[in-house]
């Protein structure tokens, strides 16, 4: 990865999960190709006729499916960790359709290290970062809320079956009344 690729204020990364057990017995066929050197991802479609031309797109990097957590963690997220650690702003989000693997990436098998996903590891890293800091004072803050079906819960909330709302501030625009702010 070139370092003018890290600068960019928004990067695109795509992970392309391995087959599930099912999918592997169900004899699914693989209509992918992943070029992490290139970052592109190569889409056949099976039903084209032959002289149709294969799909490209190209991101700001991709990772098939033998990459692994740290993989991802050490290349996409840890640039990004340290430089919230010196004071930017950063913002990490997962999008794809269900099945696709953003919550193994974003939270990962916690019995595992090897397979712990991007929530833990970027505790480890911050907490471990500031253990080793000294004269110098951090605040962490966490907040942990769900959007579903429109609604939005506060997962760390006792009481998280309660609906919460979304408001508008003159002051800090638009946030979510939770029950830290409550
Ligand atoms: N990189 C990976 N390596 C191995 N297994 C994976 C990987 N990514 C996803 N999986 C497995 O694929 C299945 C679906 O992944 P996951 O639950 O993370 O999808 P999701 O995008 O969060 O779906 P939903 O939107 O429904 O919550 C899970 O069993 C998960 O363990
Ligand atoms: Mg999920």
């Given at each position: 990865?070139?370092?003018?690729k890290?600068?960019?204020?928004v990067?695109?990364v795509?992970?392309?999960?391995p087959?599930?057990?099912?999918?592997?017995?169900?004899?699914?066929?693989?209509?992918l190709?992943?070029?992490?050197?290139?970052?592109?991802?190569?889409?056949?479609?099976?039903?084209?006729?032959?002289?149709?031309?294969?799909k490209?797109?190209?991101?700001?990097a991709v990772?098939?499916w033998?990459?692994?957590q740290?993989?991802?963690?050490?290349?996409?997220?840890?640039p990004?960790?340290?430089s919230?650690?010196h004071?930017?702003?950063?913002t990490?989000?997962?999008?794809?359709q269900?099945?696709t693997?953003k919550?193994?990436?974003m939270?990962g098998?916690?019995?595992?290290?090897?397979?712990?996903g991007?929530i833990?590891?970027?505790?480890?890293?911050?907490f471990t970062?500031?253990?080793r800091t000294?004269?110098?004072?951090?605040?962490?803050?966490?907040?942990?809320?769900?959007?579903?079906?429109?609604?939005?819960?506060?997962?760390?909330?006792?009481?998280?079956?309660?609906?919460l709302e979304?408001?508008?501030?003159?002051d800090?625009?638009?946030?979510v009344?939770?029950c830290l702010?409550?």
């Amino acid at each position: 990865m070139s370092k003018g690729k890290n600068s960019e204020a928004v990067r695109v990364v795509v992970r392309c999960r391995p087959f599930s057990k099912k999918e592997e017995l169900s004899a699914c066929e693989n209509i992918l190709e992943v070029d992490d050197k290139l970052g592109q991802i190569t889409i056949r479609n099976p039903k084209a006729p032959p002289d149709e031309p294969m799909k490209v797109f190209t991101f700001d990097a991709v990772y098939g499916w033998t990459s692994t957590q740290r993989d991802v963690y050490d290349e996409v997220i840890r640039p990004l960790v340290e430089s919230v650690l010196h004071g930017f702003n950063g913002t990490i989000f997962a999008y794809g359709q269900t099945g696709t693997g953003k919550t193994y990436t974003m939270q990962g098998v916690s019995n595992d290290p090897d397979k712990r996903g991007v929530i833990p590891n970027s505790f480890q890293h911050i907490f471990t970062q500031i253990s080793r800091t000294q004269n110098q004072k951090y605040l962490v803050r966490s907040s942990y809320l769900e959007i579903y079906q429109e609604e939005i819960r506060d997962l760390l909330c006792k009481d998280n079956n309660k609906k919460l709302e979304l408001k508008e501030s003159p002051d800090f625009g638009i946030y979510v009344k939770t029950c830290l702010l409550s």
